[in-house]
């Protein structure tokens, strides 16, 4: 009965060890705050102003901007395009998107631009892609995203 009681506090004891080294939190890597703020993400905004200015063809134009909240409470506005006619943010995100993302959709007379977020390194980036409408007769080709302005 003594050996059943060593063995047996021998394996308490071994997963004691185990449970510690596993699932107590690291000390080699003590964690600098401003680390961790960068590495979250910045959340996103879009918003839409008229612009006040005509268009070569005489329409009034839209100021499409984003609102940049980084983690740390820093808020930046950044004016991305002026377009002619109106702009929504879409109920669905783009593909390949930042996750957690909202894309921007500006139209007017059969022609409109979409934009999206994405990540770069520690950068973001704001792209921006030209779609026609179609028709029966026209089948417009997809353009690809290109982009516009890039964000800390």
């Given at each position: 009965m003594g050996?059943?009681v060593?063995?047996?506090?021998i394996?308490?004891i071994?997963l004691?060890?185990?449970?510690?080294?596993?699932?107590?939190?690291?000390?080699?890597?003590?964690e600098?705050?401003?680390d961790?703020?960068?590495?979250?993400p910045?959340?996103?905004a879009?918003?839409?102003?008229e612009?006040g200015?005509l268009?070569?063809?005489?329409?009034?134009?839209?100021?499409?901007?984003?609102?940049a909240?980084?983690?740390d409470?820093?808020?930046?506005?950044?004016?991305?395009?002026?377009?002619?006619?109106g702009?929504?943010?879409l109920?669905d995100?783009?593909?390949?998107?930042?996750?957690?993302?909202?894309?921007?959709?500006?139209?007017y007379?059969g022609?409109?631009?979409?934009?999206r977020?994405?990540?770069?390194?520690?950068?973001?980036?704001?792209?921006?892609?030209r779609?026609e409408?179609?028709?029966p007769?026209?089948?417009p080709p997809?353009q690809?995203y290109?982009?516009l302005i890039?964000?800390?």
């Amino acid at each position: 009965m003594g050996r059943a009681v060593v063995f047996g506090l021998i394996i308490l004891i071994g997963l004691c060890v185990f449970a510690y080294t596993t699932y107590a939190p690291s000390r080699d890597h003590e964690e600098n705050p401003a680390d961790t703020a960068r590495e979250a993400p910045a959340s996103f905004a879009w918003t839409f102003e008229e612009d006040g200015t005509l268009n070569p063809d005489g329409q009034p134009q839209t100021s499409v901007s984003l609102r940049a909240t980084y983690p740390d409470g820093q808020v930046r506005d950044t004016r991305v395009d002026t377009v002619p006619g109106g702009c929504s943010v879409l109920p669905d995100p783009e593909e390949g998107s930042l996750a957690g993302t909202s894309a921007a959709q500006c139209y007017y007379a059969g022609l409109g631009y979409r934009y999206r977020i994405v990540a770069e390194g520690a950068m973001y980036r704001v792209e921006r892609k030209r779609f026609e409408e179609a028709s029966p007769e026209h089948v417009p080709p997809q353009q690809a995203y290109e982009a516009l302005i890039e964000l800390p």
